[in-house]
T-cell receptor, first 114, second 110 residues
Framework: GAGVSQSPSNKVTEKGKDVELRCDPISGHTALYWYRQSLGQGLEFLIYFQGNSAPDKSGLPSDRFSAERTGGSVSTLTIQRTQQEDSAVYLC????????????FGSGTQLSVL | GQNIDQPTEMTATEGAIVQINCTYQTSGFNGLFWYQQHAGEAPTFLSYNVLDGLEEKGRFSSFLSRSKGYSYLLLKELQMKDSASYLCAVRNSGNTPLVFGKGTRLSVIA
């Protein structure tokens, strides 16, 4: 597609439920990132996929968070047993390989945990 | 540790010039990026610096001093549409994820 696509754009869930957030990166982009943005906070790195390499999961806040990237394209971020502190905007970004290649962000998923 | 500091908020007048500063202390350095984010929208790329000096792109310029761990974004001839958050981000090395500051919310007033 023309840009990074994320769905849903908004998700309201009850505490304790599981949620899945989807990211469709720009075609041909080998690197895919998930970030989280809470009100008044900067973008917090969660996880990074690069080609066929093992993902960098160093930013995941707990074992309730996991992500997959199937076929080197679409990625799904899963949050199990959601908590109120998980409420945030979850942003996906992709880029080509190369040091100065910029990130292209999706519009994000606004997650609200009640 | 890694730390990126930028002012929380700034206000400037339409038509004026504003400079948004960013200082960083990171474990490595392989480039500094500035992004613009309008409320409720995705961040969009503005500039990239990896060598010392000034990069100019239209009304926007970005400066880097690696020895001082310092960058600034300069916006000239401010327009109302420039009201947004401006995010400073550093890449430590290679393809590692960008580390972002908390952003500077700029309000342009008439």
């Amino acid at each position: 597609g023309a840009g990074v696509s994320q769905s849903p754009s908004n998700k309201v869930t009850e505490k304790g439920k599981d949620v899945e957030l989807r990211c469709d990166p720009i075609s041909g982009h080998t690197a895919l990132y998930w970030y989280r943005q809470s009100l008044g906070q900067g973008l917090e790195f969660l996880i990074y996929f690069q080609g066929n390499s093992a993902p960098d999961k160093s930013g995941l806040p707990s074992d309730r968070f996991s992500a997959e990237r199937t076929g080197g394209s679409v990625s799904t971020l899963t949050i199990q047993r959601t908590q109120q502190e998980d409420s945030a905007v979850y942003l996906c970004a992709s880029r080509k390989t190369g040091n100065n290649e910029k990130l292209f962000f999706g519009s994000g998923t606004q997650l609200s945990v009640l | 540790g890694q730390n990126i500091d930028q002012p929380t908020e700034m206000t400037a007048t339409e038509g004026a010039i504003v400079q948004i500063n960013c200082t960083y202390q990171t474990s490595g350095f392989n480039g500094l990026f500035w992004y613009q984010q309008h409320a409720g929208e995705a961040p969009t790329f503005l500039s990239y610096n990896v060598l010392d000096g000034l990069e100019e792109k239209g009304r926007f310029s970005s400066f880097l001093s690696r020895s001082k761990g310092y960058s600034y974004l300069l916006l000239k001839e401010l327009q109302m549409k420039d009201s947004a958050s401006y995010l400073c981000a550093v890449r430590n090395s290679g393809n590692t994820p960008l580390v972002f500051g908390k952003g500077t919310r700029l309000s342009v007033i008439a």
